[in-house]
């Protein structure tokens, strides 16, 4: 017998309610404080119910990380989406991530761990898929305007190099430096910064050279850059360049 609308509407409010305690129970215990006995006990719901919405801790991880993964993706289509050349579209995107961490530490430090947690577990392979469906997306972004550089012209890759390839280094830089910057007040703090270095500044600069080594046009030498990111933030994410002063 198929669900009604109503009863559809109801389990995604109560599940909508589960998922904004869960976010709250891990600000106030952290990560691992999280069980759900916690989250059965903090809301009005007893913990069959809310093992009807989450088979398992992981599957409710999976979902918390799914819904962070949800809102990169708005903000790299708007980024992505700027007026301009291939390679100030690649530099929006970065912007956009670099502002979503500033504003959103803790839920960054949250998503990092989810996802290790999420990733080593046994959460309902239908979550997972969704979950990486999420991620493949925010990558998609990228390596669609690396496609797009190619096909104006602004860049050429050479023999054995591919947009996926030159994507997964971006995006691993992007998201080991993040990490550093979000975690630099715990685990013994960052370790670019102990060598008195801004990380995500190093980042900005680094990839600007890296993309010069691979002769994407216009080269940082013929073309600004920094100019490109104040229009982003005028353009894009208006409001948001207080997040830079950090």
Known sequence: MATSPRKLREIQARETELLELARELIATHGLRGLTMDKLAAASEFSKGTVYQHFASKEDLFAELAAAHMQGRIERFARAAALRGNSRERLTAVGLAEELYVLGNIPEYRMQMAITMEVFSSNARPDRMQR????????????????????????????????????????????????????????????????????????????????????????????????????????????????LLAR
């Open 131 to 242: 979950l990486m469906n999420l991620e493949m997306q925010c990558v998609a972004i990228t390596s669609g305007i690396v496609r797009d550089a190619i096909a104006a012209g602004d860049l050429e890759l050479r023999e054995h190099a591919s947009p996926e390839g030159l994507t997964l280094v971006l995006w691993g830089s992007y998201i080991g430096t993040f990490k550093m910057f979000a975690c630099r007040d715990t685990d013994g703090g960052c370790p670019a910064s102990q060598l008195g270095l801004d990380p995500i500044a190093n980042l900005n600069h680094h990839i600007q050279f890296l993309l010069d080594g691979y002769g994407w046009k216009p080269l940082s030498t013929e073309f600004d850059y920094l100019a490109t990111r104040q229009r982003v933030l005028d353009e894009v994410f208006p409001g948001e360049a207080h």
